[in-house]
């Protein structure tokens, strides 16, 4: 079904690791996509989608979890459920490129409820973040009171989700 590679990763700025990549084949593939889909999904139902036997199935869905590729499960959430219906994604750029700006403009976003999603991404910004809320006043709130007030941010630039054609996460 598999076999694991080694390879060396650069992290930070003279260090590396060691880190392995677990090579998975076709249905591996299929049973990934199909949990991905539908993580609560009973064995005998994944074992038909994918055209295991039950016990074959079950044998690499555990092989899968056991290796760390299937790291978790979680449940899926309607943010228009409970009154979420403002996404937008925002690009932050910090005033300073230093590890400790970095750290305090993260423990905030860690804080803040709206911001669902913080990534440190390369290129003219450091952060791109998912935030939802309520609505615009809403955002314009945590705009404001709090990516505005944080000391270490630069520049804020706003884009409104209009629709998401594909999402995987839905």
Known sequence: ???????????????????????????????????SREGRISNLELAERVGLSPSACLRRVQELERSGVIAGYRARIDPAKLGLTFLAYVTVGLSSHTKKAQADFE???????????????????EYLLR???????????????????????HSITTYVLMDSPKDERA
């Open 107 to 125: 423990a905030a976003m860690a804080d803040a409820p709206e911001v669902r999603e913080c990534h440190n991404i390369t290129g003219a910004i």
């Open 131 to 153: 935030i939802e809320t309520a609505d615009l006043a809403a955002y314009k709130h945590f705009h404001t009171e709090v990516l505005g007030v944080l000391p270490q941010v």
């Open 1 to 35: 079904m598999r076999f694991t590679a080694l390879y060396i990763a650069k992290i930070g700025s003279n260090r590396v690791k060691l880190q392995s990549v677990t090579k998975i084949d076709a249905i591996g593939r299929k049973i990934l996509q199909e949990l």
